[in-house]
T-cell receptor, first 114, second 110 residues
């Protein structure tokens, strides 16, 4: 069964550094998402991406964040100048359509900022 | 952002019992999803609901899209130990943004 994959599974970085989290969505999906989950809290929407552009973003997704689909398979989240409070699980998700689409989540990347 | 409140926050039940949990919002949603999350893993989709009043089953799980479009319910019948985890509801309005609930932690005692 097709699944969303994410790399790395765990990323440790120092405060102020840039990180890139990578995702490979399900191959025939057109909608892509990034979420974060701070330990013990709910899942929070960051951004949705369709047709090579951001379709929606939350107030969390400020200028520190950017997303890119550099080729036909990868979907990346870049976090510039990481802060301690960026430590969280980051989940990528993909879906086949907007109107009646479910979302399928990847296993997540645990980001630890020290 | 939108607030989705789930209740109860946590449940401790005996194996074999039925479970009910719900999710309410102050806003209308067009899609409701229910996910289960195991520790250290991503949410796994359980059930998707697309129309007000819709009742959908997936094995021992049954979920309903509330008539007001502001709530949804998930029932698990005859619980088993592997049902342990955190259950999240998620709603989508007219945009392409999904809002997650606060989660219900389920513990099943063998």
């Amino acid at each position: 069964e097709p699944e969303v994959t994410q790399t790395p599974s765990h990323q440790v970085t120092q405060m102020g550094q840039e990180v890139i989290l990578r995702c490979v969505p399900i191959s025939n999906h057109l909608y892509f998402y990034w979420y974060r989950q701070i330990l013990g809290q709910k899942v929070e929407f960051l951004v949705s991406f369709y047709n090579n552009e951001i379709s929606e973003k939350s107030e969390i997704f400020d200028d520190q964040f950017s997303v890119e689909r550099p080729d036909g398979s990868n979907f990346t989240l870049k976090i510039r100048s990481t802060k301690l409070e960026d430590s969280a699980m980051y989940f990528c998700a993909s879906g086949s359509g907007q109107g009646v689409s479910e979302q399928y989540f990847g296993p997540g990347t645990r980001l630890t900022v020290t | 952002g939108q607030q989705l409140n789930q209740s109860p926050q946590s449940m401790f039940i005996q194996e074999g019992e039925d479970v009910s949990m719900n999710c309410t919002s102050s806003s209308i949603f067009n899609t409701w999803l229910w996910y289960k999350q195991d520790p250290g893993e991503g949410p796994v989709l359980l059930i998707a609901l697309y129309k007000a009043g819709e009742l959908t089953s997936n094995g021992r799980l049954t979920a309903q899209f509330g008539i007001t479009r502001k709530d949804s319910f998930l029932n698990i019948s005859a619980s088993i130990p592997s049902d342990v985890g955190i259950y999240f509801c998620a709603g989508r309005n007219t945009g392409n943004q999904f809002y997650f609930g606060t989660g219900t932690s389920l513990t099943v005692i063998p």
